[in-house]
């Protein structure tokens, strides 16, 4: 089930901080079968507009629920470190924030459209399409 909002704010945090947080997360993806929660927040933007979408993988489709893991596997989620920003930000620049509890207890990356490394843009292109 998603549950879907709109409210105006801005997440906190400037800079690059790609070693903080790098392989630091003890979270384990989630075994076969068990259910993965996702927060996924997308804000800024020239309209300043944050979009927020919840998701317990139970809730999808058995075709969805292994694309996501499939995405969560191939952007090593759970190595990245917790905050991939431009230094100094940019104006306008979307940012992203995606937590994701596999069971251990959940792991937050925070990234901009600009400092997204590249295998982590096609798990959040496939949360903002599924936010929509």
Same mark, same amino acid.
């Given at each position: 089930?998603?549950?879907?909002?709109?409210?105006?704010?801005?997440?906190?945090?400037?800079?690059? $901080?790609?070693? =903080?947080?790098?392989?630091?997360? !003890? &979270? #384990?993806?989630?075994?076969?079968?068990?259910?993965?929660?996702?927060?996924?927040?997308?804000?800024?933007?020239? !309209?300043? #507009?944050?979009?927020?979408?919840?998701? *317990?993988?139970?809730?999808?489709?058995?075709? &969805? +629920? !292994? =694309?996501?893991? !499939?995405?969560?596997? +191939? &952007?090593?989620?759970? =190595?990245?470190? &917790? +905050?991939?920003?431009?230094?100094?930000?940019?104006?306008?620049?979307?940012?992203?924030? #995606?937590? #994701? $509890?596999?069971?251990?207890?959940?792991?937050?990356?925070? %990234?901009? *459209?600009?400092?997204?490394?590249? +295998?982590?843009?096609?798990?959040?292109?496939?949360?903002?399409? %599924?936010?929509?």
């Amino acid at each position: 089930m998603l549950l879907f909002s709109l409210s105006v704010s801005v997440l906190g945090g400037c800079g690059a $901080d790609a070693g =903080e947080g790098s392989g630091a997360n !003890a &979270a #384990i993806p989630a075994e076969k079968g068990e259910a993965m929660h996702v927060v996924f927040e997308r804000s800024g933007g020239f !309209a300043g #507009i944050t979009r927020t979408a919840r998701l *317990d993988s139970g809730s999808l489709t058995p075709d &969805a +629920q !292994a =694309e996501l893991s !499939a995405l969560i596997d +191939q &952007a090593d989620f759970f =190595e990245l470190p &917790a +905050q991939i920003l431009s230094d100094p930000p940019i104006p306008d620049d979307f940012l992203y924030s #995606i937590e #994701i $509890d596999a069971g251990d207890g959940p792991w937050t990356v925070v %990234t901009s *459209d600009i400092a997204m490394p590249d +295998q982590l843009r096609p798990l959040v292109e496939w949360l903002t399409n %599924t936010a929509r």
